[in-house]
């Protein structure tokens, strides 16, 4: 979350997209803050990549992923189950 949220607590915060927010205007996204356990919306713009992702889910566990672009917008939404963990193979 940029320096310059509105709100104190969540500024500086690291999170995990969780989706959109489908309201009217303005646009947001939905946002979990693990280190604060803690879920809020943001703006786009309130926004910033780290470039790192949310940990894999557990094979055979039914589970959604959005991307977003680095300027915050929703590139899409997938659903997918992951069939097996594939680290353990050589």
Same mark, same amino acid.
């Given at each position: 979350?940029? /320096? ?10 690291? $999170?995990?997209?969780?989706g959109w927010v489908d ?6 996204? /939905?946002?979990?803050?693990? /280190? ?7 703006k786009p713009e309130d926004?910033? /990549? ?18 977003? $672009? ?5 590139? $899409? ?14």
């Amino acid at each position: 979350m940029s /320096a310059t949220h509105e709100d104190p607590d969540l500024q500086g915060q690291t $999170g995990v997209v969780e989706g959109w927010v489908d309201r009217d205007e303005p646009e947001t996204i /939905a946002v979990w803050f693990e /280190a604060i356990r803690r879920a809020d919306v943001a703006k786009p713009e309130d926004l910033s /990549a780290t470039g790192n992702k949310a940990p894999r889910p557990s094979a055979g566990q039914p589970t959604t992923s959005q991307r977003v $672009g680095i300027d915050g917008s929703l590139l $899409g939404t997938e659903e997918y189950v992951l069939v097996d963990d594939l680290t353990f193979y050589l």
